[in-house]
């Protein structure tokens, strides 16, 4: 089995800064991408950023210029950092990784997410 577990989540005043991380573990026998994605109250979930094993990124307009995703490869870990922090960013984030578990089966994993909240 795989495991994807986030931490970082808090409570932030608008303007201020977040970092998020994320670690896959169990049976891997290799990633592609690893991503964050958002779900705040009565919207639908929404993508926040990917990023291949390639390092290319992909980010939501809303987020870009603010937020940054990188990985560690070799640890299987994710990160997000988050500036420029706004009360539109709180919802709970969850880690997603696309996870080859043997060289012909894959799939996608999810953490349990982390909140994150953006308020004065």
């Known amino acids: 089995q795989v495991q994807v577990v986030e931490s970082g989540g808090g409570l932030v005043q608008p303007g201020g800064s977040l970092r998020l991380s994320c670690a896959a573990s169990?049976?891997?026998?290799?990633?592609?991408?690893m991503g964050w994605y958002r779900h705040a109250p009565g919207k639908q979930r929404e993508l926040v950023a990917t990023?291949?094993?390639?390092?290319?990124?992909n980010y939501a307009d809303s987020v870009k210029g603010r937020f940054t995703i990188s990985r560690d490869n070799a640890k299987s870990t994710v990160s997000l950092q988050m500036n420029s922090l706004k009360p539109e960013d709180t919802a709970v984030y969850y880690c997603?990784?696309?996870?080859?578990?043997?060289?012909?089966?894959?799939?996608?994993?999810w953490g349990q997410g982390t909140q994150v909240t953006v308020s004065s």
């Open positions: 997603t990784a696309s996870v080859w578990v043997t060289r012909t089966m894959w799939n996608d994993y």
């Open positions: 169990g049976r891997i026998f290799s990633i592609n991408d």
């Open positions: 990023i291949t094993s390639c390092g290319i990124t």
